[in-house]
């Protein structure tokens, strides 16, 4: 072989290996001719009953997926499908649409389908959750559904459904898990705030704010305040198992005027935020999540 043809075939097989690079080829990922195929199962509808308008490989939180948009008898269908696996993160659907649920696994075994309880027009019999469906929005790859996100969260609040009025319950993803953003407030006006996991069921975080508290009209002085120690004993009887030493920053501070106590709490891989009024001990506002997110 001459020179000039040895440098042509160099030529040729670095062309073959940069175009095998590209992103789209990136070894594992299914491809978007897959990706269609996985958003064409789940909506019921093969690809002469369909125009694409999009199909492109993203990035959300360092997970890659393909984006795929389509329509169908004038209505708009959008899918997020994982470029690795082939599961569905998000599913945009015209409303009254019928989904399946998409079992992809890493062998894009996508043929197997199941109902899905969390895809629009699916029906809920808890009136709470309309927020999880609006819009025509559903996922089909949360193991939870909102009505059970909502069980878990108020039973660490220790709380019953009757004792509260729900704000939302939706699917959202944070640091590239998916979780349920669970809102709701007490006839007090307690407004508790939930993160959990759509997988596992874990709360992953939280926080409660007494944003209808009156503080008594004791006046800015100093009598009948609580001391210090009494109000770190209130922010511990939050935590089951934590000591005055897991208590790494305490300060006193005024709010308007008032005298408060704020604090952090570490412990169990938890990290507590919390502020206890000075005069009657009440905890205005308290925040929990992990120390590793």
């Known amino acids: 072989m001459t020179r000039k043809n040895l440098m042509i075939s160099a030529a040729a097989l670095s062309l073959l290996v940069l175009a095998g690079c590209s992103k789209d080829g990136m070894a594992g990922y299914i491809g978007t001719a897959e990706a269609k ?6 909506a019921g509808l093969t690809a002469s009953q ?15 997926y393909y984006q795929v948009e389509f329509t169908a008898d004038g209505k708009e269908y959008e899918y997020d499908i994982d470029a690795l696996t082939g599961a569905i993160i998000e599913s945009k659907l015209p409303a009254g649409a019928q989904a399946q649920q998409n079992t992809a696994s890493n062998n894009n075994t996508a043929g197997n389908t199941t109902p899905d ?9 808890n009136n709470n959750t309309s927020n999880n469906t609006s819009s025509g929005t559903g996922t089909a790859s949360a193991a939870l559904t ?3 996100a909502k069980d878990k969260a108020l039973a660490h609040a220790g709380l019953k459904a009757n004792q509260v009025t729900f704000v939302k319950s939706k699917l959202d993803w944070d640091d590239g898990r998916q979780v349920y953003d669970v809102e709701f407030y007490t006839s007090d006006y307690k407004e508790y705030d939930y993160e959990i996991d759509a997988s596992t ?4 975080s939280y926080d409660f704010d007494a944003e209808g508290y009156a503080p008594p009209a004791t006046g800015n002085g100093q009598s009948g305040t609580i001391t210090a120690d009494q109000a770190k004993e209130k922010a511990l009887s939050q935590v089951p198992g934590a000591t005055v030493s ?4 305490f300060e006193t501070d005024y709010d308007d005027g008032r005298l408060q106590y704020e604090g952090k709490i570490y412990y169990n ?19 929990a999540e992990s120390m590793f997110d």
């Open 201 to 204: 069921g874990e709360v992953v």
């Open 246 to 249: 897991d208590i790494r920053e």
């Open 50 to 64: 369909v125009k694409f308008t999009d199909v492109e490989l993203d990035d959300k939180n360092g997970t890659h």
């Open 37 to 42: 195929n996985v958003a064409l199962e789940n």
């Open 117 to 125: 309880t969390n895809t629009a027009g699916s029906s809920n019999t």
């Open 146 to 148: 909102a009505d059970q």
């Open 269 to 287: 891989g938890m990290e507590y935020e919390f502020e206890i009024d000075g005069y009657s001990g009440a905890i205005r506002n308290w925040d």
